[in-house]
């Protein structure tokens, strides 16, 4: 069993930043694939980014390149989420998953991941 808890959302004026962390407990953390999803009001769950269990693969949504960065630090169990150059479309839940699977493939979708956070609410101003 793995449990996830989100935590630096909060409310940004466009063009500011946040550092979203997932802190992770539970079984081997280190071994998995991190993603980050976010979810809009009345929209769906969306990739965001992720990262395999070395760090050395990331991948990214087209919407957020350049601007979001996603690392880990495997001895603190914890993922982090740079966001950079916010937009009032950032705006969502932003959620952490991961997969009790070793590999080297960074899932896209939903259904891939079997662990979740509570998700950390970020709001952009315009």
């Known amino acids: 069993q793995v449990q996830l808890v989100e935590s630096g959302g909060g409310l940004v004026q466009a063009g500011g930043s946040l550092r979203l962390s997932c802190a992770a407990s539970?079984?081997?953390?280190?071994?998995?694939?991190v993603g980050w999803f976010r979810q809009a009001p009345g929209k769906e769950r969306e990739f965001v980014a992720g990262?395999?269990?070395?760090?050395?693969?990331?991948v990214y949504a087209d919407s957020v390149k350049g601007r979001f960065t996603v690392s880990r630090d495997n001895p603190k169990n914890t993922v982090y989420l740079q966001m950079n150059s916010l937009k009032p479309e950032d705006t969502a839940v932003y959620y952490c998953?991961?997969?009790?699977?070793?590999?080297?493939?960074?899932?896209?979708?939903?259904?891939?991941?079997?662990?979740w956070g509570q998700g950390t609410q970020v709001t952009v101003s315009s």
């Open positions: 539970g079984r081997t953390f280190s071994s998995y694939t």
């Open positions: 990262i395999i269990w070395s760090g050395d693969r990331t």
């Open positions: 998953a991961t997969r009790a699977a070793v590999g080297w493939v960074v899932p896209t979708t939903t259904p891939q991941y079997g662990y």
